[in-house]
């Protein structure tokens, strides 16, 4: 009897028919409605789960007794209860790496817009204001030459630090749990206290996973901190920022700009003051989102599945206890 998986995200022809062969798949609809018969007798049957911002609660996990196996296809898993996984004994992956160098475009991308001001001078031009030369009000800032301050220096935060030590001859400093000494001699990286990084750095850029101890990590206390000249780039998780007080500081100038691909409630909601202020870039969470990484993400959680589900390790397990 092929064992089942629920498909909760988008996989192609190729990936379906891949899993098919050896499961039985069933695709259902998010947020799952667990009071439908259809969602109950799937749940209940399912060893596996497959899809991306999964919502994952004890109600459903109560409701799926034969899980093995929870794929996600994200890097990030602040959303789902480990421990209560570890627990049962289901294994949890994730897709790290082939998102890394992307996820790092993305904000490379966010240092740029945000210092040369390009979404705001582009929207400018099309609406028809370039009319003469322009004047220092509307000149940018440079990145080449800059300090670069990693907040968490892990795949995508080093990564991060490449381009810009490498493609933009910046000085890096990075806050992390743990010291990096080989990034130390190739990049010339320097290891700081968060404070000391925020008082230094010219782009301060976010690559932490949201935790108990990262949410919050730079409210109003650490935007005093940084330089009135500084930028904020968050491509790690909306919540590790107190979204208030960075609205707050960026309409004191208190920091000069902000580049975000995530926020505390996304989609960001459409009265959020972040969204009239011209020194904000805000992306709708668009870090891996290419045709070529999203496609090697699901691969990776297919890849995963099925391996975890055929008896041998998964290549990107989260939690390792549940494979002793
Ligand atoms: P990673 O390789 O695990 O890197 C995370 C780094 O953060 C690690 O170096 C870790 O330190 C450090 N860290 C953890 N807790 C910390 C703390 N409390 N204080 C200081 N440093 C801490 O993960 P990654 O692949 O780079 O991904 C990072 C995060 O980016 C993900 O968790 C996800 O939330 C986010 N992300 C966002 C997007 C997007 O679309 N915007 C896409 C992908 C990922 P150690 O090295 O000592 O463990």
Redesign the pocket.
């Known amino acids: 009897m092929k064992k089942n998986v629920i498909v909760m995200g988008q996989l192609s022809t190729a990936q379906w028919s891949e899993l098919e062969q050896h499961f039985q798949l069933v695709e259902l609809a998010k947020p799952l409605d667990l009071t439908q018969p259809e969602v109950r007798t799937a749940l209940d049957e399912a060893h596996a789960l497959i899809g991306s911002g999964l919502p994952i609660t004890t109600e459903l996990l109560d409701a799926a007794p034969k899980l093995e196996v929870i794929a996600t296809i994200?890097?990030?898993y602040?959303n789902i209860p480990v421990d209560e996984l570890t627990r049962r004994g289901i294994m949890l992956c994730n897709t790290?790496d082939v998102?890394?160098e992307t996820?790092a475009d993305?904000g490379f991308a966010l240092v740029m817009a945000t210092a040369r001001r390009v979404v705001e001078l582009a929207e400018w031009v099309k609406a028809g204001h370039w009319q003469a030369s322009l004047g220092p009000d509307m000149f940018g800032s440079d990145v080449n030459g800059k300090t670069l301050g990693m907040v968490?220096?892990?795949?995508?935060?080093q990564a991060v630090a490449r381009r810009g030590a490498l493609g933009f001859g910046m000085k890096v400093l990075y806050?992390?749990?743990?010291p990096k000494p080989e990034l130390e001699k190739e990049l010339g990286a320097e290891r700081r206290e968060l404070n000391e990084l925020l008082a230094e750095a010219d782009f301060v850029c976010l690559?932490?996973?949201?935790?108990a101890?990262?949410e919050k990590l730079i409210g109003a206390e650490q935007l005093a901190q940084m330089k009135t000249s500084a930028i904020l780039i968050n491509?790690?998780?909306g919540k590790v920022v107190d979204e208030n007080a960075l609205i707050d500081a960026l309409e004191k100038g208190v920091i000069k700009a902000a580049g975000l691909?995530?926020f505390k409630q996304e989609p960001l909601s459409v009265s959020s003051p972040l969204l009239t202020m011209p020194n904000v870039v805000a992306l709708p969470?668009?870090?891996?989102a290419t045709h070529e990484t999203r496609q090697a993400m699901a691969q990776r959680a297919v890849d995963n599945v099925r391996l975890a589900l055929q008896g041998e390790r998964p290549i990107s397990l989260v939690n390792e206890e549940t494979w002793t």
Do not use: C, K, M, Q
């Not at 968490?152 to 935060?157: L, V």
């Not at 806050?175 to 743990?178: D, M, V």
């Not at 690559?207 to 935790?211: D, E, H, I, Y």
């Open positions: 994200s890097v990030g602040d790290p998102l890394t996820t993305t968490g220096f892990g795949r995508i935060g806050s992390n749990a743990s690559t932490v996973p949201l935790t101890e990262t491509i790690a998780r691909d995530v969470h668009i870090g891996s």
